[in-house]
Nanobody
Protein backbone atom coordinates (compact mmCIF):
# COMPACT_ATOMS: atom_id res chain seq x y z
CA UNK A 1 0.00 0.00 0.00
CA UNK A 2 0.99 3.60 -0.55
CA UNK A 3 0.78 6.41 2.00
CA UNK A 4 -1.39 9.36 0.98
CA UNK A 5 -1.60 12.82 2.53
CA UNK A 6 -4.42 15.21 1.64
CA UNK A 7 -4.47 18.98 2.03
CA UNK A 8 -6.56 21.95 1.00
CA UNK A 9 -9.85 21.50 2.80
CA UNK A 10 -11.62 24.26 4.70
CA UNK A 11 -14.68 26.43 5.02
CA UNK A 12 -16.03 28.15 1.91
CA UNK A 13 -19.21 29.98 1.03
CA UNK A 14 -21.68 28.57 -1.50
CA UNK A 15 -20.48 29.34 -5.00
CA UNK A 16 -16.87 29.42 -3.90
CA UNK A 17 -13.91 27.27 -4.89
CA UNK A 18 -11.38 25.02 -3.21
CA UNK A 19 -8.48 22.95 -4.47
CA UNK A 20 -7.61 19.70 -2.76
CA UNK A 21 -4.25 18.01 -3.18
CA UNK A 22 -3.02 14.54 -2.33
CA UNK A 23 0.63 13.51 -2.31
CA UNK A 24 1.70 9.89 -2.47
CA UNK A 25 4.79 8.19 -1.07
CA UNK A 26 5.69 5.89 -3.95
CA UNK A 27 8.23 5.87 -6.74
CA UNK A 28 5.73 4.36 -9.17
CA UNK A 29 3.00 6.98 -8.75
CA UNK A 30 2.41 7.14 -12.51
CA UNK A 31 1.26 3.50 -12.41
CA UNK A 32 -1.48 4.16 -9.86
CA UNK A 33 -5.09 4.97 -10.56
CA UNK A 34 -6.10 7.81 -8.24
CA UNK A 35 -9.46 8.93 -6.93
CA UNK A 36 -11.27 11.28 -4.62
CA UNK A 37 -14.09 9.98 -2.48
CA UNK A 38 -16.20 11.82 0.05
CA UNK A 39 -18.28 10.90 3.03
CA UNK A 40 -20.91 13.19 4.48
CA UNK A 41 -22.09 12.73 8.05
CA UNK A 42 -24.45 9.80 8.28
CA UNK A 43 -23.89 8.75 4.67
CA UNK A 44 -21.79 6.17 2.88
CA UNK A 45 -18.52 7.02 1.22
CA UNK A 46 -19.06 7.86 -2.44
CA UNK A 47 -16.81 8.28 -5.46
CA UNK A 48 -16.37 11.90 -6.54
CA UNK A 49 -13.82 11.57 -9.33
CA UNK A 50 -11.08 9.28 -10.55
CA UNK A 51 -8.20 9.51 -12.95
CA UNK A 52 -6.55 6.39 -14.29
CA UNK A 53 -2.85 5.86 -14.77
CA UNK A 54 -3.49 6.58 -18.44
CA UNK A 55 -5.22 9.88 -17.68
CA UNK A 56 -8.83 8.88 -18.25
CA UNK A 57 -11.19 10.82 -15.98
CA UNK A 58 -14.55 9.89 -14.54
CA UNK A 59 -16.91 11.95 -12.36
CA UNK A 60 -19.98 11.50 -10.25
CA UNK A 61 -23.01 13.06 -11.91
CA UNK A 62 -23.45 15.43 -8.98
CA UNK A 63 -20.08 17.13 -9.63
CA UNK A 64 -19.80 17.03 -13.43
CA UNK A 65 -19.05 20.48 -14.82
CA UNK A 66 -18.01 21.79 -11.40
CA UNK A 67 -15.10 19.59 -10.27
CA UNK A 68 -11.94 18.69 -12.16
CA UNK A 69 -9.39 16.02 -11.26
CA UNK A 70 -5.79 16.20 -12.44
CA UNK A 71 -2.49 14.51 -11.71
CA UNK A 72 1.12 15.65 -11.67
CA UNK A 73 3.19 12.50 -11.88
CA UNK A 74 6.53 14.27 -11.36
CA UNK A 75 5.19 15.61 -8.05
CA UNK A 76 3.37 12.38 -7.14
CA UNK A 77 0.26 14.48 -6.64
CA UNK A 78 -3.40 14.33 -7.58
CA UNK A 79 -5.56 17.43 -7.36
CA UNK A 80 -9.28 18.11 -7.18
CA UNK A 81 -10.38 21.56 -8.29
CA UNK A 82 -13.85 22.25 -6.91
CA UNK A 83 -15.82 25.20 -8.29
CA UNK A 84 -19.33 26.48 -7.65
CA UNK A 85 -19.46 24.61 -4.37
CA UNK A 86 -22.82 23.78 -2.84
CA UNK A 87 -23.91 22.97 0.69
CA UNK A 88 -24.39 19.35 -0.35
CA UNK A 89 -20.67 19.12 -1.16
CA UNK A 90 -19.94 19.34 2.55
CA UNK A 91 -18.09 16.17 3.53
CA UNK A 92 -14.79 14.65 4.48
CA UNK A 93 -12.82 14.10 1.27
CA UNK A 94 -10.48 11.14 0.93
CA UNK A 95 -7.78 10.41 -1.58
CA UNK A 96 -7.55 6.80 -2.78
CA UNK A 97 -5.02 4.84 -4.79
CA UNK A 98 -5.25 1.62 -6.76
CA UNK A 99 -2.67 -0.43 -8.64
CA UNK A 100 -3.83 -2.60 -11.47
CA UNK A 101 -7.58 -2.95 -11.04
CA UNK A 102 -9.80 0.01 -10.13
CA UNK A 103 -10.11 -1.24 -6.57
CA UNK A 104 -8.96 1.51 -4.23
CA UNK A 105 -7.27 0.08 -1.16
CA UNK A 106 -4.93 2.82 -0.01
CA UNK A 107 -6.45 5.86 1.69
CA UNK A 108 -5.41 9.18 3.11
CA UNK A 109 -6.57 10.51 6.46
CA UNK A 110 -9.17 12.79 4.86
CA UNK A 111 -9.67 16.53 4.71
CA UNK A 112 -12.87 18.32 5.69
CA UNK A 113 -14.72 20.54 3.23
CA UNK A 114 -17.53 22.66 4.63
CA UNK A 115 -19.71 24.78 2.37
CA UNK A 116 -21.73 27.25 4.38
CA UNK A 117 -22.68 30.89 4.49
Amino acid sequence: QVQLVESGGGLVQPGGSLRLSCTASTNIFSSYHMAWYRQARGKQRELVALITSGGRENYADSVKGRFSISRENAKKTVNLQMNNLKAEDTAAYYCGAALGRLSFDSWGQGTQVTVSS
